[in-house]
């Protein structure tokens, strides 16, 4: 089920809400974690209800490991074995489904096997369930807090908001808010911004994102096809996709953030900007936030950090990096885009040492531009098929297979296009983000005025968003393929 569907927003949501609050008031805690358990259980089911016994057994397993395995064994080096079988267990799931096709046609393509599979379907959301329960398991064995029933953990990970795309929540941000005295109480205010918030997300995604994509989606299917792409035409998509995947994945955050307000629930920030990033270091610090955490926090500094010089703090950077493009989807694509990240981290954190090139640091304009340049080429890699067809868009954009008579008829729409580009970087960069708008709320509070306006701004931005889509067609979010 899609938050900008019909379905969810008429249907689902209202029954989810109305049932939240009404068992918060007469019902007990265990209560509300059965029931939204159970409603995020319906809204899994409706894409594919043959896996939802994956996700309750993938559950039950990391449930019985943290929270009873770990107790019954003493030693500690049994008790490491069993954290590495936890993990080893959460990594089979996801590398069966997510790259057995991958790798057996990778060693076809090469001539070391002839065995290909064609029809393994991926289980949604399984790389962030599973990258979620992962850092539960690692939380726990290291002593952190537990869940105090299977239901409670139940919740924690399938909770509907945060299961599809993230943000990849640690059990601890959670686990107080759970234990306080507002969860599950009606709140008007917590009402209000989380409506403001899911509102902004979902007219980010119909608004933005989807009308985006028809820009770009129809120059990268010809590319992919073999068609000849003009050199505006190449930078034309590069950039709509560049702000589809902005926009996308920005509406699913906010949406997510909006959500678990109204459900009583402060989910942690995965988006803030990215494209104010003035330094690639500074970009994923921005972009998907909660991944970049994860990764930073078990992977990169179980690897040494950059605790073992220079050259270690590198070649972990790259290995990092290529791990999580290879999270993102199972293709040498996926590969490159995030060796090229890593590349450049490392490259970044080696220059932010050097006092040379510290005193030679460009005007902020320039290294947001220059940054957003980078990026923008490694969504073309991301979007791409395959490197084939990478390297066919960015010949186009380079100008490579036309003529320069071609070429210079291209510049007035080539400079249009970068004023264009231009104005929305900056608009970026001015417009709040859910961030901001929840921090201001926290320390002003809510006036009349905005006790009277926000409820009907959110239901007239509803309105215009729930029109479009019963005129147009809603389309997944990008995210949910990985």
Same mark, same amino acid.
């Given at each position: $089920?899609l938050?900008?569907?019909?379905?969810f927003l #008429?249907?689902f949501?209202?029954?989810?809400?109305?049932g939240?609050?009404?068992?918060?008031?007469f019902g007990?805690?265990?209560?509300?974690?059965i029931w939204?358990?159970?409603? *995020?259980?319906?809204? %899994?089911?409706?894409?594919?209800p043959?896996? &939802?016994?994956?996700?309750?057994?993938?559950i039950? !397993? =990391?449930?019985?490991?943290?929270?009873h395995?770990?107790?019954?064994?003493?030693?500690?080096?049994?008790?490491?074995?069993?954290?590495?079988a936890?993990?080893?267990?959460?990594?089979?799931?996801?590398?069966?489904?997510?790259?057995?096709?991958?790798? #057996?046609?990778?060693?076809?393509?090469?001539?070391?096997?002839?065995l290909?599979v064609?029809?393994?379907?991926?289980?949604?959301?399984?790389?962030?369930?599973?990258?979620?329960q992962?850092?539960?398991l690692?939380?726990?064995?290291?002593?952190g807090?537990?869940a105090?029933?299977?239901?409670?953990?139940a919740?924690?990970?399938?909770?509907?908001?945060q299961l599809?795309a993230g943000?990849i929540?640690?059990?601890e941000?959670?686990?107080?808010? %759970?234990?306080g005295?507002?969860f599950?109480?009606f709140?008007? *205010?917590?009402?209000?911004?989380?409506l403001?918030?899911f509102?902004?997300?979902?007219?980010q995604?119909?608004?933005?994102?989807?009308?985006?994509?028809?820009? !770009?989606?129809?120059?990268?299917?010809?590319?992919a096809?073999?068609?000849?792409?003009?050199?505006?035409?190449a930078?034309?998509?590069?950039l709509?996709?560049?702000?589809?995947?902005?926009?996308?994945?920005?509406?699913?955050?906010n949406?997510a953030?909006?959500?678990?307000? $109204?459900?009583?629930?402060k989910?942690p920030? =995965?988006f803030?900007?990215?494209?104010?990033?003035?330094?690639?270091?500074?970009?994923?610090?921005?972009?998907?936030?909660?991944?970049?955490?994860f990764?930073?926090?078990? #992977?990169?500094?179980p690897?040494?950090?950059? @605790?073992?010089?220079e %050259?270690?703090?590198?070649?972990?950077?790259?290995v990092?990096?290529?791990?999580?493009?290879l999270?993102?989807?199972?293709g040498?694509?996926?590969?490159?885009w995030?060796?090229?990240?890593?590349?450049?981290l490392?490259?970044t954190h080696? !220059?932010?040492?050097n006092? @040379?090139?510290?005193?030679?640091?460009?005007?902020?304009?320039?290294a947001?531009?220059t940054?957003?340049?980078?990026?923008?080429?490694?969504?073309v890699?991301f979007?791409?098929?395959?490197?084939?067809e990478?390297?066919? $868009?960015t010949? *186009?954009?380079?100008?490579?297979n036309?003529?320069?008579?071609?070429?210079?008829?291209?510049?007035?729409?080539?400079?249009?296009?970068?004023?264009?580009?231009?104005v929305?970087?900056?608009?970026?960069? &001015?417009?709040?983000?859910?961030?901001? #708008?929840m921090? @201001?709320?926290?320390?002003t509070?809510?006036?009349?005025?905005? @006790?009277?306006?926000v409820p009907?701004a959110?239901g007239?931005?509803a309105?215009?968003?729930?029109?479009?889509?019963?005129?147009?067609?809603?389309?997944e979010?990008?995210?949910?393929?990985f």
């Open positions: $089920m938050f900008n569907s019909t379905a #008429l249907v949501l209202p029954i989810a809400l109305a939240f609050h009404v068992l918060g008031r007990s805690r265990q209560l509300l974690f939204v358990a159970g409603m *995020s259980m319906v809204f %899994y089911g409706v894409w594919n043959a896996y &939802v016994p994956l996700l309750l057994g993938s039950t !397993a =990391n449930y019985l490991i943290a929270n395995g770990f107790d019954r064994i003493a030693h500690p080096e049994k008790r490491r074995l069993l954290l590495i936890g993990i080893g267990l959460n990594l089979a799931l996801l590398g069966y489904f997510k790259y057995t096709i991958f790798f #057996l046609g990778t060693l076809a393509d090469i001539g070391l096997a002839e290909r064609e029809d393994i379907i991926l289980p949604l959301a399984i790389s962030f369930f599973t990258f979620q992962i850092s539960y690692v939380d726990t064995y290291k002593g807090t537990k105090s029933s299977w239901w409670e953990y919740f924690f990970v399938s909770f509907f908001p599809i943000p929540v640690r059990f941000e959670v686990k107080a808010q %759970y234990d005295d507002a599950g109480r709140s008007k *205010s917590g009402l209000a911004l989380g403001l918030i509102t902004m997300g979902l007219a995604k119909t608004l933005l994102a989807d009308n985006l994509a028809s820009l !770009a989606t129809p120059v990268f299917t010809n590319n096809d073999g068609i000849a792409v003009s050199t505006v035409q930078w034309l998509a590069s709509a996709y560049s702000f589809q995947i902005y926009f996308d994945f920005s509406g699913y955050s949406m953030i909006g959500l678990g307000l $109204m459900f009583g629930l989910l920030q =995965n803030d900007s990215p494209y104010r990033a003035t330094s690639i270091v500074d970009f994923w610090r921005r972009w998907h936030m909660t991944l970049s955490r990764l930073r926090d078990y #992977l990169y500094i690897l040494g950090g950059n @605790r073992l010089g %050259y270690r703090q590198f070649a972990n950077m790259v990092v990096m290529l791990l999580g493009g999270w993102h989807g199972a040498w694509t996926f590969v490159l995030g060796g090229a990240h890593g590349i450049l490392g490259a080696w !220059a932010q040492r006092e @040379r090139l510290q005193q030679l640091q460009p005007p902020r304009t320039v947001i531009a940054t957003f340049l980078f990026v923008l080429f490694t969504w890699m979007r791409s098929g395959s490197v084939a990478f390297g066919t $868009m010949r *186009s954009m380079l100008g490579m036309q003529t320069g008579a071609e070429l210079l008829t291209q510049l007035p729409a080539l400079a249009t296009l970068a004023v264009i580009a231009a929305a970087l900056v608009l970026s960069s &001015v417009i709040p983000n859910a961030h901001e #708008l921090t @201001r709320w926290e320390k509070g809510l006036g009349l005025r905005e @006790r009277v306006l009907w959110c007239i931005g309105s215009t968003c729930i029109i479009g889509i019963f005129l147009g067609t809603y389309s979010f990008i995210y949910f393929q």
